[in-house]
């Protein structure tokens, strides 16, 4: 499976993946972890309904946030529940549904919810996420060999999360997943990893399987508080509270004109930004910094090499170095 292009939004679909002033930060948001550019995984305590009684049946169901962005983390994330609450609960009693569907407002109360220990969601819904940071997908795209493509990142964090609830003993029966490429190569693989499972995998799984939205929900509010926290590092007093890139993605201008005007000639963005993608890529060819690093080949490999040796201006030739560093000799006709 080959990688997606970058998503490109419509107006009315930005405003709904622009995060909220007040966003509900979750507590799948470990402020440092995110700040600092690493992937991690939450796991919420195991529901009292579920704990109760470890024989109920359960249904799970896993969907993503923010796999075409720019700037940002991709999270993933799953809800599962007793299999005879599945529609009750979330369908008609709490009225999910896919993420893009719902305001920012009500995403957030639902997140709320499934966090407040004396809510029937938390009593009997359980979830996880896996936020993976913009510096590790970049980072696994990017590598000179074996390089790691966003499906394989995307299909090793649904697996592993999966994983992790069905040994913490929970007594998984159906699967339901938001497909990431052709559903039935993706299905095939998920059925042979996990055979004890009935697992459906579907394209708009998240509008329809109760579970799925759930999840989404969960993706969606986590992706948005990472987005609130990142930006943080370069919130100025006055503000407001607003992301100044807006959604993060590619197609929203607010995302890419506060690239062009936050880019370090030489450094580009900070973990926030996926370098991967084409859009970083062209900005920083087309106006990064005029310098390039020569490298000596190993077998020419001299201990007596200092690092700044290998830095040349891009249109630049190396002159009288002991002349560059103390200055020209002027002449009369100067004064």
């Avoid at 995110?34 to 309904?49: D, K, N």
């Avoid at 359960?58 to 962005?69: I, N, Q, S, T």
């Avoid at 510096?135 to 992790?164: C, H, V, W």
């Avoid at 926290?229 to 919130?235: G, I, N």
């Amino acid at each position: 499976m080959d990688d997606p292009q970058e998503d490109h939004l419509e107006s009315q679909d930005i405003a709904q993946e622009t995060p909220v002033e007040g966003v509900f930060i979750p507590p799948s948001i470990d402020r440092s972890r995110v700040l600092s550019g690493e992937s991690y995984t939450h796991h919420c305590a195991i529901p009292t309904a579920v704990a109760s009684d470890p024989a109920a049946e359960c249904v799970l169901g896993v969907d993503e946030a923010g796999r075409g962005p720019v700037l940002g983390p991709m999270v993933y994330a799953l809800c599962y529940l007793p299999l005879k609450l599945h529609h009750s609960l979330l369908a008609e009693t709490h009225h999910f549904d896919d993420s893009k569907a719902l305001t920012p407002a009500v995403r957030s109360q639902l997140m709320e919810s499934l966090c407040t220990p004396t809510s029937d969601l938390s009593q009997n819904c359980g979830w996880a996420t896996r936020t993976m940071s913009a510096r590790d997908i970049s980072a696994a795209q990017l590598k000179p060999t074996g390089t790691y493509n966003l499906n394989a990142q995307a299909m090793d964090a649904t697996i592993a999360l999966i994983q992790e609830v069905l040994d913490s003993g929970v007594n998984i029966r159906e699967v339901y997943i938001d497909t990431i490429g052709p559903p039935a190569t993706y299905q095939k693989k998920l059925e042979r990893i996990f055979p004890a499972l009935s697992i459906t995998v579907a394209k708009k799984a998240d509008s329809l399987y109760p579970c799925v939205s759930a999840a989404s929900v969960c993706a969606k509010v986590t992706r948005d508080a990472a987005l609130d926290v990142l930006y943080t590092a370069y919130a100025e007093p006055g503000d407001g509270g607003q992301i100044a890139w807006g959604s993060g993605y590619p197609s929203d201008a607010r995302a890419t004109n506060w690239m062009k005007e936050n880019m370090h000639p030489l450094f580009g963005w900070g973990s926030e930004c996926r370098f991967s993608w084409g859009t970083a890529k062209e900005m920083l060819e087309a106006k990064g910094a005029p310098c390039r690093a020569d490298w000596p080949d190993a077998d020419d490999a001299d201990d007596s090499l200092k690092l700044t040796g290998f830095f040349v201006g891009s249109e630049e030739e190396r002159g009288d170095e002991l002349a560059d560093w103390f200055g020209r000799r002027v002449t009369e006709e100067v004064f």
